[in-house]
């Protein structure tokens, strides 16, 4: 109701005649000129209505450590993850509840040694590993090789077959084409659901997310891992068999959503830059592990400086409002939003900030610390280790198997995901890329 007015102490107000809507459009078509814009008139903290939320941006990266670090009783993600559980993963209150509230300590311990300890973490890249490499030995390549593919079209199931098998074990039926497609579907409007628009207007999302959860609680086989812990943890807190699968599905969709196109993304990259091209191949040709090849490992800081958008979002907890440690007032209920790109992208931080340059972190390793693609503080992501391992593995075993050649320019990314992720490759446009087998490796 008082959304556009400002009280004393309160962060200056973005104005905006659409009170539900607010500044959703302007912020969603172009947020680093928004924010941007908005920062020097407004000054660096300031609170804009996005899509019915008033929602406070910080906008210096001073403030940013700190704001991370409140407790929960001024600023949480809770209530934000749950909606989130609700809208974007059909999951019912119960289920979003155990999930956000009750079973937190227990699932958050359970993110913790399977997708960061050490045993897990190999076990689970060598399944990567077993996958990318059956995979791209029986890729189907056009005739003529000479004829280009399109990459993300080609290569993105792969990578989430991969990903399934790491977590599930490569006999799952997850480990499929068809589960990649209904992974697609559903991710494909992953931000209209996030954003509260009702699912029954995408029904190709909720069939392909129907698709994931009819598979995700099939038996595990033999993989004692993360989805076979939360499984048993479910079936304790006795969850039916629908609601542990929503509770699983979402690991799905978080393992690939991200993984994929900075996967895909990073090769072409690469192989788009002769230079970065010889490094990462000269690290290769030394055979030592991917967690020790620099290079590989700054190509890929890389890639999520340039593509990543993933805003960190919490919400004032107390009913009567907080008072942020540089004195700002915010109302209970009030939105926090911070929004690395702003850091990415800043050239008192990057050279060129526009430019993929591979070689950027190898001599300035300390920068990546700039770079924030998983999030941060309690919301951080739990598989930024694997997920960093998994892309550098995908890179070696596809420039193992292929040599690989850009053909024309690099598409845009595609801004309708904005603060969701990593972006993907702009609709309707691809890398489009020459794969040829490499001498002894051909069938
Ligand atoms: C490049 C790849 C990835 C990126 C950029 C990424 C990014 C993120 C971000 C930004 C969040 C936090 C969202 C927030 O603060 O609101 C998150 C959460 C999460 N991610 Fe990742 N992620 C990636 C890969 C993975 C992988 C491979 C896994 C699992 C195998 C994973 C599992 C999760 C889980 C379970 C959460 C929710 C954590 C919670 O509920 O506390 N992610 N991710």
Redesign the pocket.
């Known amino acids: 109701m008082y959304q556009n007015h400002r009280r004393p102490n309160e962060p200056a107000i973005v104005f905006s005649f659409i009170l539900n809507l607010g500044s959703a459009i302007s912020f969603g078509s172009d947020p680093l000129t928004f924010l941007r814009e908005n920062k020097k008139k407004l000054g660096s903290t300031f609170c804009a209505v996005i899509a019915g939320n008033r929602t406070v941006f910080i906008n210096d990266p001073e403030d940013w450590k700190g704001i991370l670090r409140l407790p929960k009783s001024m600023l949480s ?1 809770d209530d ?2 749950k909606e989130v559980l609700v809208s974007s993963f059909y999951m019912n209150a119960r289920t979003a509840d155990a ?2 509230f009750e079973g ?1 300590k227990v ?2 311990g359970q ?1 913790v040694k399977y ?1 960061q300890g050490r045993d897990s973490m190999s076990a ?1 890249t060598g399944r990567a590993q077993d996958s990318f490499e059956a995979q791209l030995s029986q890729l189907r390549l056009p005739c003529p090789p000479s004829d280009p593919v399109p990459l993300f079209s080609t290569l993105s199931s792969v990578v989430f077959k991969a ?1 399934m098998s ?2 599930f074990g490569p006999d799952h039926p997850l480990v499929s084409e068809s589960s990649y497609e209904d992974f697609a579907a559903h991710d494909a409007n992953f931000p209209f659901l996030a954003g509260g628009a009702p699912s029954f207007l995408f029904p190709s999302s909720s069939s392909g997310s129907a698709g994931l959860r009819s598979k995700v609680v099939s038996s595990v086989g033999d993989v004692k891992g ?1 989805m076979d812990a939360r499984d048993s943890y479910f079936k304790e807190i006795n969850l039916s068999p629908s609601d542990r699968a929503a509770a699983q599905a ?2 799905v969709w ?6 994929v196109p ?1 996967a895909v993304w990073t090769l072409a990259h690469i192989a788009s830059s002769p230079s970065s091209l010889s490094s990462v191949r000269r690290e290769l040709s030394a055979l030592s592990a991917v967690d020790d090849m620099p290079y590989l490992d700054s190509c890929v800081h890389e890639t ?1 400086r340039l593509k ?1 958008s ?1 805003m ?2 919490r919400k004032v907890t107390s009913p009567v409002g907080v008072t942020l440690p540089g004195g700002a007032r915010l109302r209970g209920g009030d939105r926090v939003a911070i929004f690395p790109p702003l850091q990415h992208m800043d050239p008192r931080n990057f050279e060129e900030p526009e430019t993929w340059k591979g070689g950027r972190f190898v001599d300035e390793p300390g920068k990546k610390n700039l770079v924030m ?12 280790l ?3 391992r ?2 550098k593995v995908f890179i070696r075993a596809v420039l193992t198997e292929f040599d690989v050649e850009v053909v024309g320019e690099l598409p845009e990314f595609d801004k309708t995901r904005v603060g969701l ?2 972006n993907g490759v702009e609709k309707g446009k691809d890398v489009m890329c020459r794969l040829r087998r490499r001498v002894g490796k051909r069938e």
């Open positions: 993600f934000i993850g999930v956000q937190a699932l958050h993110f997708l689970m990903t790491s977590l993360l979402v690991i978080a393992s690939a959503a991200n993984t900075t999520f990543s993933s960190t979002v693609p998983f999030g941060g503080g309690a919301s951080k992501c739990p598989g930024r694997f997920a960093l998994e892309v992720g990593i």
